[in-house]
């Protein structure tokens, strides 16, 4: 296999194109989630699921919310592995293959009294991160960030514009208290045109937005955010998307500046957080 040494920050595009294989793999996984749950409940849990409740957790930063993940579910040993590993890429992913088994000798250690609620812990982090992650390739947001915003954002427009998102993505939002206080001064004040906007909300529609090209670029611009920034030029981003990723190849959307214009939207919706 030939050896591509582009690197855009501290990671090389094999690496870029390694994240990109396991988008897929992760979507088919969230699509297979929810059956999967429904044939296993009465296995996995001894009472019913009626005390379930992930939605305050979007009160907490995307960071807060993932390191108690690892805190909460007893996985310190293997966040300290990823955050010194070489290549956090292949760390990250390695974890997550080997998760199911070693949440199973997690909770193997515990007593029958602790290991219901500690499956259930587990589980809403689980469906916590794979909305966000969701969210982020359809919005360019987590849905920590977009509750964030609908929180302390300074008009009213994008308070409620990013709470719809939010809700779009997961219908529970609406149970987290910055969801609750907003619905709760729209019924005060009879507000039809935002329940209205609610309710469609709620319905999930996501439109144009799933288009699987969009969703795996917002993917790879999060990961350069997150490991240095989006500071490139239109022309390097031509030659990551296109040439490298091999991940555009529309030529209505192939210009330097429409992928320049993409990246910079991108971009722009970090600064508001």
């Known amino acids: 296999m030939a050896k591509f ?18 988008v897929d793999v992760f979507n088919k996984e969230v699509e297979d989630f929810t059956p999967w749950l429904n044939e296993n409940q009465k296995k996995l849990f001894s009472g019913d699921l009626n005390t379930i409740a992930w939605a305050p957790l979007y009160e907490l930063s995307f960071n807060e ?20 590993a070489d290549n956090k890429i292949h760390a990250a992913y390695h974890f997550h293959q080997n998760l199911d088994q070693t949440i199973d000798k997690v909770s193997a250690g515990l007593s029958e009294e602790q290991r219901p609620s500690y499956i259930l812990n587990t589980l809403c ?25 609908a929180r302390s954002a300074s008009d009213s427009k994008s308070r409620d514009e990013a709470l719809f998102k939010a809700i779009r993505i997961d219908a529970s939002v609406v149970c987290c208290q910055t969801a609750l206080s907003r619905i709760s001064k729209a019924v005060l ?13 709620i319905a999930g529609k996501l439109g144009a937005r799933e288009d699987k ?10 990961a350069l955010h997150e490991s240095g920034g989006i ?6 981003l031509v030659e ?4 490298q990723l091999k991940l555009v190849s529309d030529t209505k959307f192939t210009s330097e500046k429409n992928i320049g214009e993409f990246a910079r939207n991108f971009k722009n919706k970090k600064s508001t957080i």
């Open 5 to 22: 040494d582009k690197t855009y920050n501290n990671i090389s595009a094999d690496d870029l194109r390694f994240l990109l294989c396991n």
């Open 125 to 149: 982090y689980g469906v916590v991160m794979m909305k966000n992650a969701h969210s982020l390739m359809v919005f360019g947001h987590y849905i920590n960030d977009l509750v964030a915003i």
């Open 65 to 84: 919310c993932l390191l108690n993940f690892f805190l909460q579910s007893g996985l310190t040993n293997e966040l300290v592995e990823i955050v010194h």
């Open 189 to 201: 004040l009879n507000d039809a045109e935002f329940m209205k906007a609610l309710n469609n909300a």
């Open 231 to 236: 500071n490139f030029s239109d022309k390097e």
């Open 240 to 243: 990551l998307f296109v040439k």
């Open 213 to 222: 090209t969009f969703k795996k670029m917002r993917f790879i611009l999060q």
